[in-house]
């Protein structure tokens, strides 16, 4: 029997340990999740007051999507009732634009769109079957999709000679328009996700490292450009145009894979475009950008507040997607601004002509799970323009940038350049594109580069967006 002395010496012993790891746990599991002591958070706003224009749920054809991959020679081509009327309604929209290719449009629909009437039309089995070779060649046979192109039309001194005109953006609305007509359906999201497949494998197979000679081929002979047009024109409609905003599934999940595998994301040119990759589970990244005020457009709402001076302490709550009556749910996650660190000045050439000086600064926010209090990683924002040496892929870095940006990094033309050399990237160099379903290689970044200097050039691949 133990000694009731002993008990009673040992009793407030084990009562404090008992008290004293309580405390500790409700600390780890209290709602101030806050290192280095900090106790009162400074200003809080929700993701909606910082990244609306990210949210899926806000006006869906202003906003930002995630698109996966489609499989396209799968696809069964639409021929619903309203067809016909949707047909005819894009054809009008550019009428004309499109009396060069009535040809090539009534080679696939056997109808004259100059004359129809969407009242009196159907789609017939054989226009069904000249859509789903259409749809099979886009998804692995752009070659054959090329001479298909050429026998009905594109393969003509004549019309290169008519688009060889400073009108570049009537030739681009006509190939875009055709495009969009060989999709046409009820379901706008599933359009778009088919119009961003066939932009990515005409984009692997224009610029790849093995296809890009036959490529250039059609480029370099007078009468085959109309095609190279109807390529460039969908590159850069879908990746950088209407798609700059835009995510690819499978980008974001490739970027996830290097994060849990122990990666920093290096988002190069990336705004405060962030909602997407947090809300996918990467909680480790930096964004190197010069966020210029000259350029609200491309970022969202809040973008001035993630890099304000100072405000330490502040915080965004996130709800993801959940909608504006979520702000009184609990949270899954918390962002605090950590630290504010101000480097040299630097002086930008803005939108409007004007340059500006504007300071440079590095803001780190803190990422954490607010219901456990545990911290999962941070948000770097380095204010300031890229440089040579940020272009450096693997050692537990994973770049990656919008198609529209990988353009200034292209380009040969030091008018529009950042001042970036891709030849001195390293052989295995490796960029995600937002936009892209697989990663970029040295080589293909070097492909496009050459399509800016051939004297045939037709648009830039980085221009105005919409």
């Known amino acids: 029997m133990m000694n009731t002395k002993r008990i009673a010496r040992i009793m407030p012993v084990l009562l404090i340990g008992v008290l004293m790891s309580r405390v500790s746990v409700e600390k780890a599991h209290s709602a101030d999740p806050y290192p280095e002591g900090k106790t009162s958070p400074g200003e809080v706003r929700y993701d909606l007051d910082v990244f609306r ?3 899926s749920f806000d006006e869906p054809e202003k906003t930002q999507h995630v698109y996966s991959d489609v499989r396209l020679s799968s696809v069964a081509p639409y021929a ?6 949707l047909l005819i309604e894009r054809y009008t929209a550019n009428a004309s634009r499109m009396t060069d290719d009535n040809g090539l449009l009534q080679s696939i629909y056997s109808w004259d769109f100059s004359k ?3 009242s009196v039309l159907t789609v017939d089995r054989k226009t069904k079957d000249t859509l789903s070779k ?4 886009m998804d692995g046979d752009i070659p054959g999709l090329f001479r298909y192109l050429g026998k009905r039309g594109l393969d003509s001194y004549e019309l290169n000679e008519k688009e060889n005109i400073p009108a570049g953006k009537d030739v681009r609305i006509k190939y875009t328009t055709i495009l969009e007509m060989l999709f046409a359906g009820s379901d706008h999201f599933r359009e778009r996700e088919c119009e961003l497949a066939v932009a990515n494998r005409l984009a692997e197979y224009c610029f790849g490292v093995d296809t890009w000679p036959a490529f250039k081929k059609i480029l370099d002979a007078r ?16 990746l950088s145009g209407t798609g700059w905003k835009h995510w690819h599934r499978n980008t974001i999940l490739g970027l996830k894979r290097e994060f849990k595998a122990g990666s920093r994301v290096v988002y190069i040119a990336g705004g405060n475009d962030v909602y997407q990759l947090i809300k996918t589970g990467i909680y480790d990244i930096e964004v190197i950008d010069p966020l210029l005020p000259s350029q609200p457009r491309f970022y969202a709402e809040g973008w001035d507040f993630l890099i304000k001076k100072n405000g330490i302490g502040d915080e965004i709550i996130l709800n ?3 909608g504006p009556k979520a702000q009184s749910a609990h949270p899954h996650l918390v962002m605090r601004r950590a630290r504010y660190e101000e480097g040299k000045t630097f002086t930008a050439l803005l939108h409007t002509g004007n340059k500006e000086d504007i300071q440079s600064s590095t803001t780190t926010w803190e990422i954490f799970n607010r219901d456990t209090a545990g911290r999962l990683g941070r948000l770097v924002i380095n204010r300031r323009f890229c440089r040579q040496d940020d272009f450096t892929s693997g050692n537990g870095r994973a770049l990656v940038m919008s198609f529209n940006e990988l353009f200034f990094v292209a380009t040969p033309d030091r008018e529009k350049s950042w001042g970036i050399d891709p030849e001195k990237f390293s052989p295995d160099f490796k960029m995600y594109v937002k936009q892209l379903r697989k990663p970029v290689p040295r080589g293909m970044i070097l492909n496009i580069r050459k399509g800016e200097q051939g004297s045939w050039r037709f648009l830039s691949l980085g221009s105005e967006v919409n």
């Open 53 to 55: 224009k990210w949210m």
């Open 80 to 85: 619903g009732e309203q067809y016909p009327r």
């Open 116 to 118: 129809a009437k969407a």
């Open 134 to 137: 259409i749809y099979a060649m």
């Open 223 to 238: 009468n085959t450009r109309p095609i190279g047009r109807f390529a460039y024109s969908t590159i850069w409609y879908y």
């Open 320 to 322: 993801f997607d959940r």
